[in-house]
């Protein structure tokens, strides 16, 4: 993993924790926050998309690859949408972001994708999946017993498995999409193509959002929601930082062998995200939650040397 990688990685940790944050912050985790979310992101990429000028050029297998991992998008967002609706951020979203780093370097072990990882990567990786398993269960420290955390758990915890296997599988996808964008106009700007790639990818989500909002608005479930959510910042702040945040990640998989790094990598955002909840949420921080971001930490750093 090289130090232009660690940067991009870096500076699209911060971008990420902030949507999160805006996300559950907004208390209107929904359908309809997310049409909004994915209509914000996709139009943010859109100029990335048209200065690029190869728009129109994109062969098939570039756009199969933007199609998948759209469709693995749109899982992760309701994922998402259900562990926030039933869970904690600081809960639901340490567990959302553990089990991919087990499962990308699963399955790019098995699969044989990417360069092989050394023994003290792996390691690191595991460290790191331990530490947000840690932060989970660090959730209301004190105050709830183990069984009690358990009954909380449970019940976000359809759309946290959801979240977790979608995060998996898109970004093993996009990393595919990615390179074969940048192979196939290799002479173009790395950002730009990273841009168009994420435009086109984003594009059948939104599409599905606006869909799925409109049938819950037609059923009368969120009646008045959109209208609500549309005089709301939030969602149009969290679509830009998304942006922002995956087309970083888009171009830092030029930068390493094996793109379990990237993954492993990304929960930076945790200690990033628990900051944020102790300054601005005025979140309390147990000494188990401590402990779990050192341990997080301590992966990162083993996860690199």
């Known amino acids: 993993m090289t130090w232009v990688a660690f940067i991009l990685i870096l500076a699209s940790v911060l971008m990420h924790s902030m949507w999160h944050f805006l996300c559950k912050s ?21 100029p990335f998309a048209l200065f690029s000028g190869v728009l129109g050029q994109l ?5 199969g690859f933007a199609l998948l991992g759209s ?12 562990a926030y609706k039933y869970s904690d951020i600081s809960l639901a979203y340490p567990l959302a972001r553990a089990l991919p780093v087990f499962l990308t370097m699963l399955f790019t072990a098995v699969f044989g994708w990417g360069k092989s990882l050394s023994i003290a990567a792996q390691l690191g990786m595991m460290i790191i999946f331990a530490g947000c398993l840690m932060m989970a269960f660090s959730n209301h420290s004190g105050r709830l017993s183990w069984q009690e955390k358990m009954q909380y758990i449970r019940k976000g915890l359809v759309g946290i498995i959801l979240a977790a296997l979608a995060t998996t ?9 990615i390179r074969s964008i940048i ?10 193509l990273s841009g168009t790639y994420s435009c086109c990818r984003e594009f059948p989500v939104m599409i599905t959002m606006w869909a799925a909002a409109g049938v819950r608005a037609y059923q009368k479930r969120d009646q008045g929601l959109l209208s609500s ?29 094996n793109v379990s790094f990237v993954q492993s990598f990304r929960q930076l955002s945790l200690p990033v995200s628990a900051l944020l909840g102790a300054v601005i949420l005025h979140e309390k921080c147990s000494l188990l939650r401590w402990s779990a971001l050192l341990v997080i930490m301590l992966g990162l750093i083993m996860s690199v040397y």
């Open 59 to 63: 062969p098939w297998r570039v756009l």
């Open 183 to 192: 192979a196939e106009f290799p002479e173009q700007n790395k950002l730009l």
């Open 26 to 46: 907004s208390g209107k985790s929904s359908m309809a926050f997310f049409a909004l979310f994915s209509t914000s992101l996709f139009l943010t990429m859109l």
């Open 169 to 177: 599988f898109y970004t093993i996808v996009d990393s595919f999409g």
């Open 71 to 82: 469709v693995f998008a749109g899982m992760g967002d309701l994922g998402l949408m259900l």
């Open 229 to 257: 959510l549309s005089k709301m910042w939030h969602p149009y702040a969290a679509g830009v930082c998304a942006a922002l945040a995956y087309v970083l990640i888009l171009l830092s998989m030029n930068y390493v062998n």
